[in-house]
């Protein structure tokens, strides 16, 4: 199998973190695409992604697999064995919920105010910004972080009793907001404990000391 992905990137950081958990990325050839260069938006790259994002997962038969959560969901159940996506409907259901909640309220958040109200990726890729949206989105964001807060102030993990694909969508909020230098509010105090132990993971820890500058 083959990712096509930048190293740094937060997106890109979900699958290797998932991976990593699932211990198989040895068996993963990794292809980089610039997102600096714009290299995820060119012609022939949206042959593999019509979105023109990373990662995108190619498997053995050609199929070409993008988005964080399908690529999570299907290298989950590739062992019979899904550890991050849940075992029974209920934990499969509140994973799903909690990871688009942690994409819509903090990730994808993030990811807006970086393209809109920075210089993101430079002119060349940034053909259009809305820095009042920029703007918005960050502040959004912020309040997404308060409301992971609260929720981990009454359980151990951002889906209830264990580690999922849920808290790895929450640590690439984690490491984007590193990369725009949007501090976690210190009052999130329930968020900042749950990232400390995030990173004594080792999948956490290696990806972390992979994106630091």
């Not at 409907?89 to 105010?113: C, F, H, N, W």
């Not at 999130?188 to 400390?196: E, I, N, P, T, V």
Request: glycine share 6%.
């Amino acid at each position: 199998m083959k990712i096509y992905d930048w190293p740094t990137g937060p997106y890109p950081a979900r699958v290797r973190i998932a991976l990593a958990e699932k211990q198989m990325l040895s068996r993963i050839k990794f292809v980089q695409i610039n997102l600096w260069k714009g290299e995820h938006k060119t012609a022939d790259f949206r042959t593999k992604n019509y979105s023109g994002t990373v990662p995108v997962l190619e498997l053995d038969d050609g199929t070409f697999l993008a988005e964080c959560t399908a690529i999570t969901v299907y290298l989950d159940t590739l062992d019979g064995i899904p550890t991050l996506t849940g075992r029974t409907p209920r934990e499969k259901g509140v994973i799903q919920m909690m990871t688009k909640r942690a994409e819509i309220e903090m990730l994808d958040a993030i990811s807006i105010y970086f393209h809109h109200a920075t210089p993101g990726l430079g002119p060349k890729v940034e053909l259009y910004q809305n820095r009042e949206w920029g703007l918005y989105q960050r502040d959004k964001a912020l309040r997404g972080m308060h409301y992971f807060d609260a929720l981990l102030k009454k359980q151990p993990f951002i889906a209830g009793e264990n580690f999922s694909m849920a808290d790895i969508a929450v640590i690439g909020g984690f490491i984007f907001a590193a990369v725009v230098k949007l501090p976690i509010p210190h009052e999130c105090s329930a968020l900042l404990a749950w990232y400390a132990r995030m990173q004594e993971r080792p999948s956490v820890r290696d990806q972390l000391a992979t994106v630091s500058p």
